[in-house]
């Protein structure tokens, strides 16, 4: 579902073709492992379903037509729902939340929202954690350190990440231009 | 609801350095606070200013519904003293007196005779954990040991409030963990509020709020 919305969300800064797509895509969140065409092609047929986005325009060059796709108000409702949408931390992955950050960043929103807003959760989870840790037996206690630790780790990349996005604002416009 | 502690518009400055600025902030009795931030965020100098330890370029601390920062230095000494307790980074426990002796200053500087003011350190000793270290000096007890003694000692006279400056940053994890569980403890069974500075979420984790400073200023405050 990241995948989809970060596609439309690049989708939302100026309209563009499938493989415009999938290329500005790869450059920001899969440098190690690209982005199938066939997912690309498949989200945007989604999207299009849904009303998020709409074609604008049919091009026929040498190769196959190529559709030109932009984003609906649906659709920016669709971004802004995920993009500040705190994700409970079972569920948690922490390249969604740098896509979230990247996202907010890149379209104008902002990116301390959505990080504090995950560091209230994360610190909800860890204060459930450290309570059940006072009464929890040597077992449990491993178990509890195990999942504070990851909460901890992902804890000081948002705050890392807090004193980094004005820089990180400019390299990720550049990177898209 | 009358804040047991509040600060409204501080503004601190250090020469040309603007350290807080439009800070208000209303700790209730019995409330936990994490406060958090980057280095040089002003965390530290916020403690600072809540305990009257800094002057104020404007703004007003208020404890207990009277002004702090208005005091004379020799009343605010006596109200941080009598209902404050205070905990740093590095104890600052007395190097040459031993363990029992340094949790007993506060209460004899406040007039508790010798005896009960040693009973009650004894006890307040035994309830984070160290008693029996307690004849030791400081030299002779780990950091853990004696953070969770300097705990002590600022809790034996029971304050009102307990504002602690990066209480663990100087210990491992474990000591870290056990000097938090002593501090909630006691803090919980006295009603006793709290307001930790810390880098580290595992210490924030052991209080109910957390407060982010950033340049200066209040990035996310309590929930109202």
Same mark, same amino acid.
């Given at each position: 579902?990241?995948?989809?919305?970060?596609?439309?969300?690049?989708?939302?800064? *100026?309209?563009?073709?499938?493989?415009?797509?999938?290329?500005?895509?790869?450059?920001?969140?899969?440098?190690?492992?690209?982005?199938?065409?066939?997912?690309?092609?498949?989200?945007?047929?989604?999207?299009?379903?849904?009303?998020?986005?709409?074609?604008?325009?049919?091009?026929?060059?040498?190769?196959?037509?190529?559709?030109?796709?932009?984003?609906?108000?649906?659709?920016?409702?669709?971004?802004?729902?995920?993009?500040?949408?705190?994700?409970?931390?079972?569920?948690?992955?922490?390249?969604?939340?740098?896509?979230?950050?990247?996202?907010?960043?890149?379209?104008?929103?902002?990116?301390?929202?959505?990080?504090?807003?995950?560091?209230?959760?994360?610190?909800?989870?860890?204060? *459930?954690?450290?309570?059940?840790?006072?009464?929890?037996?040597?077992?449990?206690?491993?178990?509890?350190?195990?999942?504070?630790?990851?909460?901890?780790?992902?804890?000081?990349?948002? *705050?890392?990440?807090?004193?980094?996005?004005?820089?990180?604002?400019?390299?990720?416009?550049?990177?898209?231009? | 609801?009358?804040?047991?502690?509040?600060?409204?518009?501080?503004?601190?400055?250090? =020469?040309?350095?603007? @350290?807080?600025?439009?800070?208000?902030?209303?700790?209730?009795?019995?409330?936990?606070?994490?406060?958090?931030?980057?280095?040089?965020?002003?965390?530290?100098?916020?403690?600072?200013?809540?305990? =009257?330890?800094?002057?104020?370029?404007?703004?007003?601390?208020?404890?207990?519904?009277?002004?702090?920062?208005?005091?004379?230095? @020799? /009343? /605010?000494?006596?109200?941080?003293? @009598?209902?404050?307790?205070?905990?740093?980074?590095?104890?600052?426990?007395?190097?040459?007196?031993?363990?029992?002796?340094?949790?007993?200053?506060?209460?004899?500087?406040?007039?508790?005779?010798?005896?009960?003011? /040693?009973?009650?350190?004894?006890?307040?000793?035994?309830?984070?954990?160290?008693?029996?270290?307690?004849?030791?000096?400081?030299?002779?007890?780990?950091?853990?040991? @004696?953070?969770?003694?300097?705990?002590?000692?600022?809790?034996?006279?029971?304050?009102?409030?307990?504002?602690?400056?990066?209480?663990?940053?100087?210990?491992?994890?474990?000591?870290?963990?056990?000097?938090?569980?002593?501090?909630?403890?006691?803090?919980?069974?006295?009603?006793?509020?709290?307001?930790?500075?810390?880098?580290?979420?595992?210490?924030?984790?052991?209080?109910?709020?957390?407060?982010?400073? /950033?340049?200066?200023?209040?990035?996310?405050?309590?929930?109202?």
């Amino acid at each position: 579902m990241s995948t989809s919305l970060t596609l439309l969300a690049l989708l939302e800064r *100026e309209p563009a073709h499938g493989y415009t797509l999938k290329h500005r895509y790869d450059a920001l969140f899969a440098r190690t492992r690209p982005l199938a065409f066939g997912q690309v092609y498949a989200a945007l047929n989604r999207f299009d379903k849904h009303g998020w986005a709409e074609v604008t325009g049919v091009e026929i060059a040498d190769g196959p037509e190529r559709k030109r796709y932009r984003i609906t108000p649906d659709g920016v409702e669709a971004v802004t729902g995920w993009v500040y949408a705190a994700e409970a931390p079972s569920e948690f992955s922490s390249s969604s939340l740098f896509a979230r950050v990247s996202v907010a960043l890149l379209s104008g929103r902002s990116a301390a929202e959505v990080l504090d807003s995950q560091r209230a959760l994360h610190l909800a989870r860890m204060r *459930e954690l450290t309570a059940e840790r006072r009464t929890a037996d040597a077992a449990a206690t491993l178990a509890i350190t195990y999942e504070l630790a990851h909460l901890d780790a992902d804890l000081r990349w948002i *705050e890392e990440a807090g004193s980094r996005l004005e820089p990180a604002a400019d390299a990720l416009a550049k990177a898209v231009r | 609801m009358t804040a047991l502690l509040e600060a409204r518009g501080l503004r601190v400055e250090y =020469g040309a350095t603007v @350290a807080l600025d439009a800070i208000d902030l209303a700790l209730a009795a019995g409330s936990r606070t994490a406060v958090m931030g980057p280095s040089g965020s002003g965390k530290s100098s916020l403690v600072h200013a809540l305990a =009257g330890i800094v002057p104020l370029s404007a703004g007003e601390v208020w404890l207990e519904g009277g002004r702090l920062d208005t005091l004379s230095e @020799a /009343r /605010r000494s006596r109200a941080r003293l @009598a209902r404050m307790g205070m905990v740093f980074q590095f104890g600052d426990l007395v190097p040459e007196l031993t363990l029992v002796e340094n949790v007993m200053l506060p209460l004899q500087v406040l007039g508790t005779r010798a005896a009960t003011a /040693r009973r009650r350190a004894v006890e307040v000793l035994e309830q984070v954990g160290v008693a029996e270290v307690a004849d030791r000096r400081i030299g002779a007890v780990s950091g853990g040991q @004696a953070q969770r003694a300097a705990v002590a000692r600022a809790l034996a006279h029971r304050p009102a409030i307990v504002l602690a400056d990066e209480p663990t940053g100087a210990l491992d994890t474990v000591s870290s963990e056990q000097v938090m569980d002593a501090l909630t403890r006691l803090s919980v069974d006295q009603g006793t509020a709290l307001v930790v500075v810390t880098h580290d979420h595992r210490v924030a984790a052991h209080l109910d709020d957390v407060v982010v400073v /950033r340049d200066g200023r209040i990035s996310v405050g309590i929930p109202a």
